[in-house]
């Protein structure tokens, strides 16, 4: 049976070793979010393929039948938009969920002790799962499509640990600032909304290399580079995707991964102050 002891100073001196000893709770709050988001649901989990399947008619349709874009890509368009959609769809929930991990958690902040970076940490759960479920559905349509994945789809953890760092990392900055200023609770849909069309989520990055300010844009928008690695893992003799743009993706997420850490631990102690 563990004992915590509270007293001055305890949760900076033992803040990892607490949360190491609390994963039973991370576990508990996980199954708790994915049981919230699918109860009293017809179709449960398959919401999961829906809105991705969805998401590619439309933009399918919008594209290529009524704005009439040519594709730079050899690639059917409904492949490219399809693979884009299932990693931004992890990436922009993840976000979403950390942003409003602790007001939406806020009987839990006021009344009992744990590391607090555990609700971070749990609201992950859902998105993870539907990103599984799109996947597992996503690869037979591929090798449907004649697109038989390669060993290069060994590599996708590589790239979904990146996306999850990535999102964490911000999400924590705008749930430590989401405590106190509930402004940024209206900012993160329009940061999602809008980070659709920069990133390349229903195009190829290859349509934007004829443009001078292209290599301003790979290292501003450490996003592409991610999911065009996804692309390459999954989709046989993807040419698009360069290993360079590798480097403005790690310095961004190892940099905002230690600073949103340094700043939840200096906002923690006041969350009970302003839920």
């Given at each position: 049976?563990?004992?915590?002891?509270?007293?001055?100073?305890?949760?900076?001196?033992?803040?990892?070793?607490?949360?190491?000893?609390?994963?039973?709770?991370?576990?508990?709050?996980?199954?708790?979010?994915?049981?919230?988001k699918?109860?009293?649901?017809?179709?449960?989990?398959?919401?999961?393929?829906?809105?991705?399947?969805?998401t590619?008619?439309?933009?399918?349709?919008?594209?290529?039948k009524?704005?009439?874009?040519?594709?730079?890509?050899?690639?059917?368009?409904?492949?490219?938009?399809?693979?884009?959609?299932?990693?931004?769809?992890?990436?922009?929930?993840?976000?979403?969920?950390?942003?409003?991990?602790?007001?939406?958690?806020?009987?839990?902040?006021?009344?009992?002790?744990?590391?607090?970076?555990?609700?971070?940490?749990?609201?992950?759960?859902?998105?993870?799962?539907?990103?599984?479920?799109?996947?597992?559905?996503?690869?037979?349509?591929?090798?449907?499509?004649?697109?038989?994945?390669?060993?290069?789809?060994?590599?996708?953890?590589?790239?979904?640990?990146?996306?999850?760092?990535?999102?964490?990392?911000?999400?924590?900055?705008?749930?430590?600032?989401?405590?106190?200023?509930?402004?940024?609770?209206?900012?993160?849909?329009?940061?999602?909304?809008?980070?659709?069309?920069?990133?390349p989520?229903a195009?190829?990055i290859?349509?934007?290399?004829?443009?001078?300010?292209?290599?301003?844009?790979?290292?501003?928008?450490?996003?592409?580079?991610?999911?065009?690695?996804?692309?390459?893992?999954?989709?046989?003799?993807?040419?698009?995707?360069?290993?360079?743009?590798?480097?403005?993706?790690?310095?961004?997420?190892?940099?905002?991964?230690?600073?949103?850490?340094?700043?939840?631990?200096?906002?923690?102690?006041?969350?009970?102050?302003?839920?």
């Amino acid at each position: 049976m563990q004992e915590t002891v509270i007293e001055s100073g305890r949760s900076e001196k033992y803040y990892w070793q607490d949360l190491w000893r609390f994963r039973e709770l991370l576990y508990i709050l996980a199954i708790r979010d994915i049981t919230v988001k699918y109860k009293q649901t017809f179709v449960g989990v398959a919401w999961a393929i829906f809105r991705p399947v969805l998401t590619v008619l439309v933009f399918v349709f919008a594209f290529d039948k009524v704005a009439k874009i040519e594709s730079h890509s050899t690639i059917p368009l409904q492949i490219i938009i399809f693979t884009g959609v299932i990693f931004w769809n992890f990436f922009a929930m993840s976000f979403q969920q950390v942003s409003n991990s602790i007001t939406g958690n806020a009987n839990l902040v006021s009344k009992v002790y744990f590391p607090r970076l555990l609700m971070p940490l749990s609201a992950v759960a859902v998105p993870l799962l539907d990103f599984i479920v799109g996947f597992v559905v996503m690869i037979p349509f591929l090798i449907y499509k004649g697109y038989t994945p390669t060993i290069n789809i060994l590599f996708v953890p590589v790239f979904l640990f990146l996306a999850f760092f990535a999102s964490f990392s911000l999400g924590v900055i705008f749930a430590s600032l989401n405590v106190q200023f509930r402004d940024f609770q209206q900012i993160v849909p329009l940061v999602v909304q809008y980070g659709f069309f920069v990133c390349p989520v229903a195009y190829p990055i290859s349509s934007l290399k004829d443009f001078s300010w292209y290599p301003i844009y790979q290292w501003l928008n450490p996003l592409a580079g991610i999911i065009e690695g996804f692309r390459w893992c999954l989709i046989p003799n993807y040419t698009d995707f360069e290993w360079n743009s590798f480097i403005p993706t790690i310095i961004f997420v190892t940099l905002t991964t230690t600073l949103a850490i340094i700043f939840f631990r200096k906002k923690e102690n006041s969350f009970v102050d302003y839920i």
